[in-house]
């Protein structure tokens, strides 16, 4: 086991969560390398969250180097077959490979939850670090995804491949 290996660890995300993720949902650095260029409102995000935390069709975990929050990983069930992860580690605590092991422990942690058969990545193209993270974390390049939107990288990791 490597030393990023070592010190990563995951738990659900809960309530007690809502105002960290909020602020790291609005950090400029992961701002500029996610799907979604804009800040959001308090009143949304608190929705969301709730949402997220209460419903059935999205999956949250805090990322955790030893006992400091460094980062989330989120799935959003898509259908039956599919859902979509969505992945950040803060500024501090990239270059590490840390983001490569939580995208690994996530999956893991959501395919044992659901009983989904792939979990699809979409990716920036000018997010080459987050490609990358992706592709090291057994996910391949593909164009069949079908729910990337132009402009992104669409990466599938199958059930199989874990």
């Given at each position: ?20 993720v909020f602020r790291w949902r609005n ?136």
């Amino acid at each position: 086991m490597s030393a990023a290996e070592s010190t990563i660890s995951l738990r659900p995300a809960g309530m007690g969560d809502l105002d960290m993720v909020f602020r790291w949902r609005n950090d400029p650095f992961i701002l500029s390398h996610g799907s979604s260029l804009h800040e959001v409102e308090w009143e949304e995000h608190r929705k969301w969250f709730e949402e997220t935390i209460l419903g059935d069709g999205r999956h949250m975990f805090i990322v955790f180097d030893r006992h400091n929050p460094i980062g989330q990983v989120r799935f959003d069930r898509q259908n039956q077959q599919e859902c979509v992860a969505s992945v950040y580690v803060l500024r501090p605590f990239t270059g590490r490979g840390w983001g490569v092991q939580a995208i690994r422990m996530g999956c893991a942690a959501i395919f044992e939850a659901w009983d989904v058969d792939r979990v699809i990545a979409c990716v920036r193209l000018d997010n080459q670090a987050g490609r990358s993270a992706f592709l090291k974390a057994g996910f391949q390049e593909t164009e069949a995804a079908g729910v990337c939107t132009i402009g992104h990288y669409s990466l599938i990791l199958s059930r199989q491949e874990v």
